[in-house]
C-alpha cells in the first residue's frame, strides 16, 4: 500500500470515529461555537455522554432488563372499599403513633409539627383506607390518652369525616377483643406479648396486624399459628418492606437470573448510637403511684413473664431483657429474614449457629451488643449470614452473591458482575460491563432502570429512601402494609407477610436465639416440626 493512501485511511478511520450516530461533527461544532470557553470540551462531553447512553442501551438489552417497568406497589382490592373496617389498636408507644399515622390518624400536636416542617400536605395526600380508629388499649394512661386524641382528630387524608367513630379506652385487651364493634386490632405491643394477643385476637375472630417479631417461645408460636390458621381473620406481620417498588423490581432481577445461581446471602445491621442500643428516653412519668391513680399497670405489662418491681429502665428499654425480647435477633434480623425470604422463598433453615457477646455496652442488659448468625439451607444450597453490632455505624449492605453477578438491596439496588461470571464473559471482555463498579442500578426516586458510567450515578445509587416511588409520588411504605391488610380483610385475599411467613421468620429466630443462649448449632426437624 502507498504511504499517501495508507495516510488517507488513517484521516478516514479517525474521521469515523468521532462521528456521533446522529449527528454529523461539522452540525456539533457549529453548535458548540456559541460556547467559545467550552467549545470543544463541550464536544467532548457530548460525545462521551452519547457513548455512555449506547452504552447503557446495549447492556440492558443483552442482559434482559430493557423491559422492566417501574411495577406499582398498592395493590388494590377486589371488593367494595366501602365496607367500613373498625380497627382498634393494642399498644400506643412510638410505635403505635405511627402505624395510627400510616392508617390516617395525627395527634392535634403532629399534625402541628407537620405544618412547621411541611410535610403536612404530603400526609394529606395518602389514600383514603376508610378505616375507623375505634379503640385504644395501653397499660400506661398517657399513652391512651395520646391514643383517644390521635382517634378523634378530624384532619384526616381524604374521605367522610363521618367515618370518625366514637373511641374508646380499654383498660385490658381482652375486653377490646370481646367488643363486638371492633372488626380488627393491630398489636404494637413489646415482644412477650405479641404471640398471646395474636393468638386471643384469632380465637374472638378478629383480624390481625402484629409487629415483629412473632413470638418469643417455640409454644407460643406454634399456638399462634394454629390458632390462625383454624380461623378465617386476615394476619398481617409489620414488615413493610415488600411495599417498596425497588424491592418488587428486585424480584424482577432474581426470576430473570441475572445474578446465576445464589449460594450466599449476607445481612448486616450496624448502630453506634445509645437509642440504637436501646437506652431511650427515661423519665419518671410512668411511675406506678400509690392506689388506684398509678398511671402504669405494671402486672398487666409483665403479663406471663417474670413478676419484678416496677423500673422505668425495663418499662422503655425492655428489648435489652431476654424475658421481654430477643435483642438483635427479634428486632433487627426479624427484618432481614423477611427480605431475605420474600425474595427467595427459602423457607426455614437446616441448622443456624450464633455466637457473639457484650463487647461495649456494659450496662445491666442481657443481650448481646455484637452478634453474628449462620443459617444453613442445603436444599437450597444457600448459606445466610447476618452480622450486627450496636458500636460501630460503618455501613454494610444486604448483598445476594450469585455466580454471574451480585445484588446489593436496600432501599436502591446495584448489581456487579462478577469477575468471572459465565453469562458475562462475553461482554466483560468487549469492555461493555465494568466489574470494578456496579453495572446496574434502580433508584426509587424515579422508579427507574440506569446502568452507572459516572462516580455521581454511583452516589445516587446508594441512597436509600424510606418512602416508595408509586406514579411519581413518594409514598410511605408502611401505610402500603397496613392498605394491603385491610385490603386482604375486604377480599379475603392472602397479604404479603401473612402467617406461613410469619412462622418461618419465627422459627429461624428462635433456631438463632436458642443458638446463642445455649452456645450450640440448632436444627430443624421437619417431621416434628420442632426444634432440636
Not at 319 to 333: A, C, H, N, R, S
Request: hydrophobic share 35%; aromatic share 8%; charged share 25%.
Amino acid at each position: 500500500m502507498e504511504k499517501g493512501e495508507e495516510q488517507h485511511q488513517d484521516k478516514q478511520k479517525h474521521n469515523e470515529k468521532i462521528k456521533s450516530p446522529s449527528i454529523h461533527r461539522r452540525t456539533l461544532l457549529k453548535a458548540f461555537a456559541g460556547l467559545p470557553v467550552l467549545g470543544l470540551l463541550g464536544f467532548g462531553v457530548f460525545k462521551k455522554r452519547a457513548f455512555d447512553d449506547r452504552r447503557k442501551s446495549r447492556l440492558i438489552r443483552e442482559i434482559g432488563l430493557d423491559n422492566i417497568q417501574a411495577p406499582i406497589a398498592i395493590k388494590s382490592s377486589s371488593k367494595d372499599k366501602n365496607d367500613l373496617i373498625r380497627v382498634g389498636i393494642i399498644g400506643f408507644g412510638n410505635r403505635g403513633r405511627q402505624l395510627s399515622n400510616a392508617m390516617g390518624f395525627l395527634h392535634p400536636a403532629d399534625v402541628n409539627k407537620r405544618r412547621e416542617d411541611e410535610t403536612l400536605d404530603g400526609w394529606l395526600q395518602q389514600e383514603y383506607l376508610n378505616v375507623a380508629l375505634v379503640g385504644i388499649c395501653d397499660v400506661f394512661d398517657l399513652h391512651a390518652e395520646n391514643g383517644l386524641a390521635t382517634a378523634r382528630n378530624e384532619e384526616r387524608p381524604g374521605g367522610d369525616l363521618k367515618a370518625v367513630l366514637p373511641v374508646k379506652r380499654y383498660h385490658h385487651y381482652q375486653e377490646m377483643l370481646e367488643d363486638k364493634d371492633i372488626d380488627a386490632v393491630i398489636i404494637a405491643t413489646p415482644d412477650h406479648h405479641h404471640a398471646p394477643m395474636a393468638t386471643a385476637a384469632a380465637r374472638a375472630g378478629k383480624h390481625v396486624y402484629c409487629e415483629k417479631s412473632p413470638a418469643l417461645t417455640e409454644e407460643e408460636l406454634n399456638e399462634m399459628y394454629q390458632a390462625i390458621k383454624n380461623s378465617n381473620v386476615t394476619y398481617q406481620l409489620g414488615h413493610q418492606i415488600p411495599q417498596n417498588a425497588i424491592f418488587q423490581q428486585a424480584k424482577e432481577i432474581i426470576k430473570r437470573d441475572i445474578l446465576g445461581k445464589i449460594t450466599l446471602v449476607e445481612t448486616t445491621t450496624n448502630r453506634n448510637t445509645s437509642g440504637g442500643a436501646w437506652i431511650r428516653h427515661l423519665d419518671n412519668d410512668g411511675n406506678p403511684k400509690p392506689g388506684s391513680g398509678k398511671t402504669i399497670d405494671w402486672d398487666q405489662w409483665l403479663g406471663s413473664r417474670q413478676k419484678v418491681p416496677f423500673s422505668v429502665d425495663r418499662y422503655y428499654n425492655w428489648t435489652k431483657w431476654f424475658d421481654y425480647d430477643m435483642g438483635m435477633i427479634g428486632q433487627l434480623f426479624t427484618h432481614e429474614f423477611d427480605a431475605v425470604n420474600q425474595l427467595l422463598r427459602i423457607g426455614i433453615p437446616k441448622t443456624a449457629i450464633a455466637s457473639g457477646g457484650i463487647y461495649y455496652w456494659k450496662d445491666n442488659r442481657e443481650i448481646p451488643d455484637s452478634l453474628h448468625c449462620v443459617f444453613e439451607y442445603p436444599d437450597h444450597d444457600l448459606t445466610l449470614l447476618y452480622s450486627a453490632n450496636l458500636a460501630c455505624s460503618r455501613n454494610r449492605s444486604r448483598v445476594f452473591m450469585g455466580h454471574d453477578a451480585s445484588m446489593e438491596l436496600g432501599n436502591s439496588i446495584n448489581i456487579t458482575a462478577d469477575r468471572n461470571s459465565t453469562r458475562f464473559k462475553k461482554q466483560i471482555e468487549e469492555g461493555i460491563i465494568s466489574t470494578s463498579e456496579p453495572m446496574i442500578t434502580m433508584n426509587p426516586n424515579s422508579g427507574m432502570i440506569d446502568a452507572v458510567t459516572s462516580a455521581t450515578e454511583q452516589y445516587y445509587a446508594s441512597r436509600g429512601l424510606t418512602t416508595t416511588s408509586i406514579n411519581g409520588r413518594m409514598v410511605d411504605v408502611t401505610h402500603l402494609h397496613i392498605k394491603e391488610w385491610l385490603d386482604c380483610i375486604r377480599s379475603g385475599e392472602t397479604p404479603t407477610a401473612n402467617i406461613e411467613r410469619a412462622y418461618e421468620e419465627g422459627i429461624a429466630c428462635l433456631m438463632a436465639h436458642r443458638s446463642y443462649l445455649e452456645n450450640r448449632r440448632t436444627e430443624w426437624d421437619p417431621v416434628k416440626r420442632r426444634i432440636v
